[in-house]
């Protein structure tokens, strides 16, 4: 997909695929009557990686490198992961807030031109849950990135055997290749 027509999306499904030794995700356009589309793009990540990182390809050939995200450090501990496109320039950045993220995860995203933006889960009780009660970690959770108040886009986890995820994207200048790399990383990073 081009740049233009990818910055055109207001809105994306993103799906887990299972897999044993990788997290893989397809992001997929949303078709006119609200299913899943065509494919934009396809990320894969390595399990048990010393330094976290992942490649997001325009399709699951990975022939084509669309962008990525790669953490500074390798202590995971409110690492900061810069986004990349395929040429290797900086896109944006993102870090969780390991102090907000106690009760309710917080993350901060930084585009150039922009204000910060910064994502935490909608509702408190569920991320409770979530985080004291094991077996209900499951439950799924929705997540809204605001800058100076006003929205910029939202994840929501839907319910499902597979993780399965709607991004809806309310703000006209955010780069969408950051906003695919937030929504993976909230699948792939959450937990830790």
Known sequence: MQ???LQAQQQFHIRQRLRMMVNQYEV???APDGSEGGMLAFAQQKRLAFK???TIYTDDSKQQPLLGFKARQR????ATYDVTDHA??????????FAQSLLRSTWHVEQAGLPQITGQERSLPVA???RFVDSLSWLPYHFDFVADGQPVFSVIKQWGLRDRYVVQVQHPQVDRRLVIAMAIALDALQAR
């Open 75 to 78: 202590l995971d501990i409110g």
């Open 28 to 30: 997929h356009s949303v």
């Open 128 to 130: 409770l849950l979530r």
């Open 52 to 54: 976290e990182q992942v």
């Open 3 to 5: 740049p233009d027509s």
């Open 88 to 97: 290797g320039d900086p896109i944006g950045q993102f870090r969780k807030d």
